[in-house]
């Protein structure tokens, strides 16, 4: 199979085990340590080396971006996959993700998303115009579904991406995974990346892959500190991607979260509105 796959992790060997033995034979696996306990990583290559996997370590957390960016450097298929270490993939979903992207007009392929009970996890939604930042703000998208910010994976702009398939050429062309961000909204400038080369996405609902969400932000971070932090990168790329359009989007629909904060409780939906406050002003 002509296929690369990078699974990136750190500190879970567990995880990442259970990804490497559920990928098909034929592909060629490749664990891009990031910074893992050094026991960790003795474990993580020892299984590298019974699966055949190639085992590629970073001395730091590089962060997603430029982690995912190193394992694929060793990658030598034409067809490449980023994936999370909490992924297991179900048969026949990497060939069909492959098969996919025999079409020359599709840049990017993703699975159906399934949390460990089966539920749909599949995340996506479309970028931060002018219209829909304004919607947002002022209420209009509860009544216009086109205009809201979640979007069915069949018609959404951007889908994301714990396990997404690539060809290598327009991986090369869009510069791999950019790395303006540490963790979160690597998969929407992904997507943007893809778009902007005149390419489409697909999704495919019968490639299955079992995610457990977040696995290494939960060990690390609470509930409200992963909101916050997912809420400045999603608002930092949509305003950097997209120019003044961008910056005014973001704008409108910033307000739009503080207006819901300043009547609505709780711990991250405040959260929600200072990620929102910080993605306005980072660099």
Same mark, same amino acid.
């Given at each position: 199979m002509d296929v690369s796959v990078v699974v990136l992790t750190w500190e879970d060997y567990e995880r990442t085990n259970g990804c490497v033995r559920s990928l098909p034979d034929g592909v060629?696996? %490749?664990?891009a340590d990031n910074?893992?306990?050094e026991e960790i990583?003795?474990?993580?290559?020892?299984?590298?080396a019974e699966t055949g996997a190639t085992y590629v370590r970073a001395e730091t957390n590089l962060g997603y971006a430029k982690g995912m960016n190193l394992g694929a450097r060793h990658a030598t298929r =034409?067809?490449? %996959?980023?994936s999370n270490n909490d992924i297991v993939v179900h048969p026949d979903a990497i060939a069909l993700l492959a098969a996919r992207l025999r079409d020359p007009a599709v840049g990017a392929a993703f699975p159906g998303v399934r949390g460990p009970d089966? =539920?749909?996890q599949t995340a996506a939604g479309r970028f931060l115009t002018i219209g829909v930042g304004v919607a947002h703000a002022t209420g209009l998208s509860l009544l216009f579904r086109g205009l809201r910010i979640v979007a069915a994976p069949e018609r959404a702009d951007w889908l994301s991406g714990p396990f997404v398939a690539i060809r290598r050429e327009t991986f090369d062309a869009i510069g791999g995974v950019d790395e303006s961000s540490f963790f979160y909204s690597e998969d929407l400038r992904l997507c943007w990346a893809v778009r902007q080369r005149g390419l489409r996405l697909a999704y495919?609902?019968?490639a299955v892959v079992t995610h457990e969400d977040d696995a290494s932000a939960k060990r690390r971070w609470t509930d409200a500190e992963i909101s916050r932090r997912q809420t400045r990168e999603f608002i930092r790329a949509s305003r950097e991607l997209a120019g003044w359009r961008g910056r005014i989007a973001c704008g409108a629909y910033v307000l739009g979260v503080l207006a819901r904060a300043a009547v609505g409780r709780g711990e991250v939906r405040r959260a929600i509105a200072r990620g929102a406050v910080e993605g306005l002003r980072a660099r």
């Amino acid at each position: 199979m002509d296929v690369s796959v990078v699974v990136l992790t750190w500190e879970d060997y567990e995880r990442t085990n259970g990804c490497v033995r559920s990928l098909p034979d034929g592909v060629e696996a %490749i664990v891009a340590d990031n910074g893992s306990a050094e026991e960790i990583g003795d474990k993580l290559r020892a299984m590298c080396a019974e699966t055949g996997a190639t085992y590629v370590r970073a001395e730091t957390n590089l962060g997603y971006a430029k982690g995912m960016n190193l394992g694929a450097r060793h990658a030598t298929r =034409s067809v490449v %996959i980023l994936s999370n270490n909490d992924i297991v993939v179900h048969p026949d979903a990497i060939a069909l993700l492959a098969a996919r992207l025999r079409d020359p007009a599709v840049g990017a392929a993703f699975p159906g998303v399934r949390g460990p009970d089966g =539920s749909d996890q599949t995340a996506a939604g479309r970028f931060l115009t002018i219209g829909v930042g304004v919607a947002h703000a002022t209420g209009l998208s509860l009544l216009f579904r086109g205009l809201r910010i979640v979007a069915a994976p069949e018609r959404a702009d951007w889908l994301s991406g714990p396990f997404v398939a690539i060809r290598r050429e327009t991986f090369d062309a869009i510069g791999g995974v950019d790395e303006s961000s540490f963790f979160y909204s690597e998969d929407l400038r992904l997507c943007w990346a893809v778009r902007q080369r005149g390419l489409r996405l697909a999704y495919l609902p019968e490639a299955v892959v079992t995610h457990e969400d977040d696995a290494s932000a939960k060990r690390r971070w609470t509930d409200a500190e992963i909101s916050r932090r997912q809420t400045r990168e999603f608002i930092r790329a949509s305003r950097e991607l997209a120019g003044w359009r961008g910056r005014i989007a973001c704008g409108a629909y910033v307000l739009g979260v503080l207006a819901r904060a300043a009547v609505g409780r709780g711990e991250v939906r405040r959260a929600i509105a200072r990620g929102a406050v910080e993605g306005l002003r980072a660099r």
